[in-house]
């Protein structure tokens, strides 16, 4: 009797573990709304699953409907008439409608807005709400990524009432609820009951998203079945070890993680695009890639990836060439060599990628000193918000994110009026081949001004319960959509 309960016991939490997921993460966010804050990790625990957005980006990186189910473009480009969905309410049971979608880009675009995109309002004019599920943007300028940027998780539908408390209490129209958040350990997400979307069979009942920094802690929990999947593994120097585990299974997909090491231009030596040129030529690229992710990325020459329109592999722009980059460092007044630090974040990549480049520099008669900067918190204010810094380096994980060495501000410092042409060139028109050409003369100008070091893309390391599917394998945008995950026998 006692072996029979034991067992029945047993099978009835294997059954119950069927409808919830343990999802591990290493970063916890500082917040739980992607509209007011910009780390990644905000996204990937609520976007697509707790918020919404008039379009999204699919997991092939396409911009497809969501609450707004379909839209009109007028042929100068300046007017989008969104047909919005009818019957959609928040968690709270607050309605949906075309006031809250233009109180929500109202609220972005405003004078007191902290949205961390905010830019991606910037040519909108007026909103008017002809009826409850219609929205018409008449905009400045045209805007060819527009769709694109609604899709974003900075563009995501808030409700007037909520909107204040999203940051800690999050209230969306999205497949999951929000539960509860335990500080230092995880969130907790459950089943959306009333989802408006008839046509999505949610699987899951429940799902948490566990943060654990450590990556030997993160693959003894994978191993130990604490948690089912950790999308974005941060060791890669462990895969192999998961290689003989017959319950887990691993996943290389792409990203769009641009590592650069990030250089303030207006301060000296970085505002001599030669020392920035030299530093370049003193980077072997495939060394950094596999002191700092065991080989594994793909080596980049601009801000841009593969898996970009228009992409041109610009590596060979300034290649690796120890003589070329003394002698260029040299004209630009420093024979001897110099002296720099890097304030570089605490997450692995970052600091095996800043150790390999102080050798490599080395070589040059450059001395790099380290100084390691707590992310996100040390390092938004020092380096994003202050640009209190000589150089950086971080993962970039926006997509198509050329347009921040056009932004003014931001960390970078760099200005070049026609790099901002170029781009300005892109959302005036909406014909993609040409505006992959158009990113293909955008990648030149990086590739040659070396504003940052291009370094490498980071692939998708993914661990994760081999029973479990739906999961996202490569990462168009930060995220772990949880709609189409579901556990199998």
């Known amino acids: 009797m006692v072996t029979a309960s034991v067992l029945a016991m047993g099978q009835s939490r294997a059954e119950a573990a069927k409808d919830n997921v343990t999802i591990g993460m290493a970063i916890e966010p500082a917040g739980l709304d992607p509209t007011v804050a910009a780390p990644v990790a905000i996204g990937q625990v609520t976007w697509q699953n707790v918020f919404e957005g008039l379009t999204t980006i699919d997991r092939q990186g396409k911009v497809v409907p969501l609450l707004a189910e379909s839209w009109t473009i007028s042929p100068d480009g300046l007017?989008?008439?969104?047909?919005?969905?009818?019957?959609?309410?928040?968690?709270?049971?607050?309605?949906?409608?075309?006031?809250?979608?233009?109180?929500?880009?109202?609220?972005?675009?405003?004078?007191?807005?902290?949205?961390?995109?905010?830019?991606?309002?910037?040519?909108?004019?007026?909103?008017?709400?002809?009826?409850?599920?219609?929205?018409?943007?008449?905009?400045?300028?045209?805007?060819?990524?527009?769709?694109?940027?609604?899709?974003?998780?900075?563009?995501?539908?808030?409700?007037?009432?909520?909107?204040?408390?999203?940051?800690v209490t999050p209230v969306g129209t999205g497949p999951f609820k929000f539960v509860s958040w335990a500080k230092g350990s995880q969130v907790q997400l459950e089943k959306n009951a009333g989802y408006w979307n008839s046509q999505v069979s949610v699987k899951l009942e429940k799902a948490s998203f566990r943060f654990i920094g450590d990556a030997q802690a993160q693959a003894a929990a994978l191993k130990a079945g604490d948690v089912d999947a950790f999308p974005e593994f941060g060791a890669p120097e462990l895969m192999e070890s998961f290689k003989g585990d017959a319950k887990l299974v691993t996943v290389i997909g792409n990203t769009e993680l641009k590592v650069v090491a990030g250089m303030n231009n207006a301060t000296k030596p970085f505002n001599d695009k030669r020392v920035r040129q030299a530093l370049m030529m003193a980077v072997d690229r495939a060394t950094v890639i596999e002191g700092a992710w065991s080989g594994l990325g793909t080596a980049i020459g601009s801000h841009y990836t593969p898996n970009d329109p228009g992409y041109i592999d610009l590596t060979g722009t300034y290649a690796y060439d120890v003589e070329k980059a003394k002698a260029l460092l040299a004209e630009a007044g420093y024979p001897n060599g110099l002296t720099f630090t890097i304030k570089a974040p605490q997450m692995a990549y970052a600091q095996r990628t800043s150790q390999v480049l102080q050798a490599l520099f080395s070589e040059i008669g450059v001395t790099m000193n380290i100084e390691?900067?707590?992310?996100?918190?040390?390092?938004?204010?020092?380096?994003?918000?202050?640009?209190?810094?000589?150089?950086?380096?971080?993962?970039?994980?926006?997509?198509?994110?050329?347009?921040?060495?056009?932004?003014?501000?931001?960390?970078?410092?760099?200005?070049?009026?026609?790099?901002?042409?170029?781009?300005?060139?892109?959302?005036?028109?909406?014909?993609?081949?040409?505006?992959?050409?158009?990113?293909?003369?955008?990648?030149?100008?990086?590739?040659?001004?070396?504003?940052?070091?291009?370094?490498?893309?980071?692939?998708?390391?993914?661990?994760?319960d081999g029973k479990l599917k739906g999961l996202w394998e490569n990462e168009p945008i930060p995220s772990n959509v949880l709609t189409d995950v579901h556990w199998v026998e």
Do not use: C
């Open 372 to 464: 390691t900067t707590e992310f996100p918190a040390k390092w938004v204010a020092d380096v994003l918000k202050a640009a209190n810094y000589e150089m950086t380096i971080v993962a970039h994980a926006e997509p198509m994110d050329l347009d921040i060495y056009a932004r003014d501000p931001y960390y970078f410092n760099y200005k070049n009026p026609a790099y901002n042409a170029v781009l300005q060139k892109v959302q005036e028109t909406s014909d993609p081949a040409e505006q992959a050409k158009l990113y293909g003369e955008a990648q030149k100008i990086l590739a040659d001004d070396v504003p940052s070091l291009f370094l490498f893309v980071m692939p998708k390391l993914g661990v994760w």
């Open 79 to 167: 007017t989008y008439t969104f047909k919005l969905r009818d019957g959609v309410t928040f968690h709270d049971g607050e309605a949906f409608f075309s006031a809250t979608a233009k109180f929500t880009l109202d609220r972005a675009r405003g004078d007191q807005s902290v949205n961390p995109q905010k830019r991606y309002f910037s040519t909108i004019d007026t909103i008017e709400t002809p009826d409850a599920t219609t929205l018409v943007l008449k905009l400045k300028q045209p805007t060819g990524s527009l769709l694109y940027w609604l899709g974003w998780p900075s563009a995501v539908m808030v409700a007037p009432k909520t909107a204040e408390n999203n940051k």
